[in-house]
T-cell receptor
Framework: QKEVEQNSGPLSVPEGAIASLNCTYS??????FFWYRQYSGKSPELIMS????GDKEDGRFTAQLNKASQYVSLLIRDSQPSDSATYLC??????????FGAGTRLFVKA | GAVVSQHPSWVICKSGTSVKIECRSL??????MFWYRQFPKQSLMLMAT?????????EQGVEKDKFLINHASLTLSTLTVTSAHPEDSSFYIC????????????????FGNGTRLTVT
């Protein structure tokens, strides 16, 4: 079982719609969770961090965490073509290591 | 804040030669930096944790004699790919934690711009 799992996609949504990205992780002791966006050929950039169960909103982005289900999600409201990228879920497990999922490719159609 | 600079952004080298990649924290001190590698259409894989003033910690399967890491100061870590081969061609990215976070031990990573290595 992979430590951090994501649907590779591609996920295609029309402009203005809500994009929903999901992630599950295997280490029940994980405490820190992150979403990164990576454009083709570029390094990842941080979108959000979440540490507690529930929702965390930042602009058009909402991260959701459910530790009991070992599940993290990212919602992007009012999706824009510029949101088209690969979204990486990352989980910090024991020992300071941050483990990344394979990423979900998102396409926002104009 | 938390700017990580990486150089070079791309490099082409011949098989058998060595390549050095530099990673600098520009506006903060980083006692620990993390080196990742990303093959096309794959995720980031942690190669090693670079520790200032001590030996790096390598992940399982990563050859420490091939990927030499030196973290000689609080703002500079280097990765040297020795005797590079075409299978070492990849995107190498360094990162460090946000030092401004109240709880820096679990704060997010900030990445350099990456180095695309092509070995011919």
């Amino acid at each position: 079982q992979k430590e951090v799992e994501q649907n590779s996609g591609p996920l295609s949504v029309p402009e203005g719609a809500i994009a929903s990205l999901n992630c599950t992780y295997s280490d029940r002791g994980s405490q820190s969770f992150f979403w990164y966006r990576q454009y083709s050929g570029k390094s990842p950039e941080l979108i959000m961090s979440i540490y507690s169960n529930g929702d965390k909103e930042d602009g058009r982005f909402t991260a959701q965490l459910n530790k009991a289900s070992q599940y993290v999600s990212l919602l992007i409201r009012d999706s824009q073509p510029s949101d088209s990228a690969t979204y990486l879920c990352a989980v910090m497990s024991g020992g300071f290591k941050t483990i990344f999922g394979a990423g979900t490719r998102l396409f926002v159609k104009a | 804040g938390a700017v990580v600079s990486q150089h070079p952004s791309w490099v082409i080298c011949k098989s058998g030669t060595s390549v050095k990649i530099e990673c600098r924290s520009l506006d903060f001190q980083a006692t620990t930096m993390f080196w990742y590698r990303q093959f096309p259409k794959q995720s980031l894989m942690l190669m090693a944790t670079s520790n200032e003033g001590s030996k790096a910690t390598y992940e399982q399967g990563v050859e420490k004699d091939k990927f030499l890491i030196n973290h000689a100061s609080l703002t500079l870590s280097t990765l040297t790919v020795t005797s590079a081969h075409p299978e070492d061609s990849s995107f190498y990215i360094c990162s460090a934690r946000d030092p401004t976070s109240l709880s820096s031990y679990n704060s997010p990573l900030h990445f350099g711009n990456g180095t695309r290595l092509t070995v011919t």
